[in-house]
């Protein structure tokens, strides 16, 4: 038995690939295609193991995708491979129109024909799952309640509005086709190997080099944030158990202050790595806001636990120590990803 993964190179799937071949015998087809966000270093622990086959290839090519289908026929296909960042979106909005849309398209393409052609219980046992986020469904005001699946999509950026075109492309493959799809609608994840042009990342990373920290705004944005092996739980719930057709939240009943977030990096930085030169708070700068900079999201995430049982098993408190303490012990990492390419993104984005 095999599943194949999508973006399994990047922040999440590779923590979700890793997560995976530790409580499963199955083989797991990595297809990335290696975009500044791919890091095979990641999965530099599967070296040799035969359960983790990697494929570098792009998941706009149908020729690829079919060939791939039919090698290794895999019992499921779990999709996360997308451009991720809005404010890369922002600047370039082309590369995440023709991932995020375009190559969810062709996926699902390719995944109709090899379902229809399956038979019996291995047609009936296959599963779509399509890794999503919560920005699609917009920004919430201070007391509005979290998110629900039927929330109304009130996309805002070029990020999160083709992450649901996606979204859309894919429950209509669903009542349209019968393709049995899942979809999973998550909050922000933090963790090892999170590439550090993400918030939580970039303050570590900046902190230790005794560079600015940009806060966007007054910092008084709020996300909700979950531990990355959490989310890869949540998923695997998801395809075990999940209901065809059905969508489900994922989330880590975490509300957090961006400025707060910051504060608490800085604060574990001067416990575990204190600086000669006073306090990490010393570095914050606000910075002009975000476009269109969304105030708050916030996940209800009740379904999952009523139908699936999942909870996340860490806290904030527990998951931010381990992932500093991850950068701290792992600077040849950071230093391999920040490529000319990356000094390049920050030079432009933050000048
Ligand atoms: P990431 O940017 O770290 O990784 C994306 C991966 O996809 C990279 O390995 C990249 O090489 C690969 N990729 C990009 N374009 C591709 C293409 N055309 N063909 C094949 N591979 C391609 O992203 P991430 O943060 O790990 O997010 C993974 C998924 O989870 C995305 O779909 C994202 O929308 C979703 N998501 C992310 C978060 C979060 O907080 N990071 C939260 C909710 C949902
Ligand atoms: O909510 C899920 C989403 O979370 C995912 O779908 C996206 O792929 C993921 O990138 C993330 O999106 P955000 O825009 O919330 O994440 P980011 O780390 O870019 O920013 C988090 C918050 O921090 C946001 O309010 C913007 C702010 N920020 C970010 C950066 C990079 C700053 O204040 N300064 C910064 O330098």
Known sequence: MSILVTGGAGFIGSNFVLDWVKQSDETVINLDVLSYAGNLENLKTL????????????ICDRALLDRLLAEHRPRAIVHFAAESHVDRSIHGPAAFVRTNIEGTFTLLEAARAYWGALQGEEKAGFRFHHVSTDEVYGSLKKDDAPFTETNPYEPNSPYSASKAASDHLVRAWHHTYGLPVLTSNCSNNYGPYHFPEKL?????????????????????????????????????????GG???????????????????VKTVC?????????????????????????????????????????LGWRPAETFQTGIRKTVQWYLDNPDWVARVQSGAYRDWLNKHYG
Request: hydrophobic residues 40%; aromatic residues 8%; without cysteine.
């Open 47 to 58: 070296d040799g193991d035969a359960r983790h086959v990697f494929v570098k290839g792009d």
């Open 200 to 240: 939580i990342p970039l303050m570590i990373v900046n902190a230790l080099a005794g560079k600015p920290l940009p806060v966007y705004g007054d910092g008084q944005q709020i996300r909700d944030w979950l531990y990355v092996t959490d989310h890869a739980s949540a998923i695997r719930a998801v395809i075990a």
């Open 267 to 307: 604060a574990l930085l001067d416990e575990l790595r204190p600086s000669a030169a006073g306090p990490y708070e010393r570095l914050i700068t606000y910075v002009t806001d975000r476009p269109g900079h969304d105030r708050r999201y916030a996940i209800d995430a009740r379904k999952i636990e009523r139908e």
């Open 243 to 261: 209901r065809v057709g059905e969508v489900y939240n994922i989330g880590g009943w975490n509300e957090m202050a961006n400025i707060d977030i």
